[in-house]
Each structure stands twice: as C-alpha cells, then as structure tokens.
C-alpha cells in the first residue's frame, strides 16, 4: 500500500467526524435562493453547500458509489449532475416545490444502502443517481422563483454537486483496509438515522 493511502486512511476519522459535526450546526431554513453578491453560479453553490437536506444524500451517494468500485463511481459522477440539471428546468416551471415526506425517504434508502454496502450494479447505480438527481433538482428548481437567474444558479449547484461526487467517491475507492469500509458504512448508519428522525417529525407534525 502507498504512503499517500495511508495517510488518506489514517485521516479518515477526522474527516468524517468533522462532517458530522458540521450537518449538525443549525441553519436558517429559506424557501428561495439567497443572494451571495458574487453572482448566480456562487449563489446555487453556497445554496448547495447551506443545505444538509441536499448535501447529506448527495454524499451519501457518492459514498456508497465508491464502495462499489470506480467504474459506479464514474457513472454516478456523471449521471447525477445532470439529472439534477433536468429536474432543477423542470421545476422551475413547477408551482409547488413540497417534498419534505420524499426528501426523508432519500435519506433512508441512500443511508440504508450504504449502510448495508448493497452489491447494486452499475445499473442500478445509473438509475438511482439519475432519481436522486431529478428529485432533489426539481425541489431546487421549484424554489429559485426567477427563471433566468435561476437556471445560471442551477449550473452552480450542478457544478457542487460534481465536485462533492468526485471527491467523496474517489476518497472511498482508493480504501482497502477492512476497518475504513466500516467508519463509511457507520456514515451511512447516521444518515439513516436522520432519515428517520425526519419521518417522526412529519408525522408528529401531521
């Protein structure tokens, strides 16, 4: 083994208990995209960056590609940016952007899949990558309100969501010690567990 992956292993726990303890900060919940005063593309990317309920399945899918090899990895590098493009055109001309009950269930399958390190195929893979894109594109979509400066922004949260992928799928590939699998497959335990949270709390307010 290379002295580059061990060092990426050995710092594998203070990465991921860094990113835990940041999904934990409470943010300020807004219905449409924030200005920054850079721009459009900056604003899609801080928007992506400020909201857990984007980010947390996009890593976790990103994570789980990983575990399943280069070649997924690849696939969901490419297939999800874009997908999340289409959905995000498509509900820009949506009038309802409701999906909390939906964005719950993403964090279940994504957390339980990765979880459990499901042997999917590279199928199966493209067609998850390409539902999680339409699905969370579209709910960024239907929240942007301007069209025009909405869909620049879009190509800036597009642009987030590759660099997110390519960065946390190739950190997963490059592992081979048994235990690192396992600190991945623990991520995947929490992002379940928020999953469920999510769901108590809809049906507690329901």
Known sequence: MSKTSTAIESRLPVFFAALFAITLCPLRAEAHLNSTGLGPVYDGLAHFLLSPEDLVPVLALALFAGLRGAAHGRRALFVLPG?????????????????????????????????????????????????????????????????????????????????????????????????????VRVVGSWVAASGLLMVGWALRRG
């Open 83 to 183: 997908a999340w493009l289409l959905g995000g055109f498509v509900g820009m001309a949506a009038t309802t952007s409701r999906g909390s009950a939906l964005t719950a269930i993403s964090f279940l399958l994504l957390g339980g899949l990765l979880a459990a390190d499901a042997p999917l195929t590279l199928r199966a893979i493209t067609v998850l990558a390409a539902l999680v894109g339409l699905f969370h594109g579209y709910l960024n979509g239907a929240g942007m309100g301007q069209p025009g400066v909405g869909a620049v922004a879009l190509l800036g949260l597009a642009f987030a969501v590759f660099v997110l992928v390519a960065l946390a799928a190739a950190l997963v590939v490059r592992l081979r010690w048994p235990w690192t699998r396992i600190v």
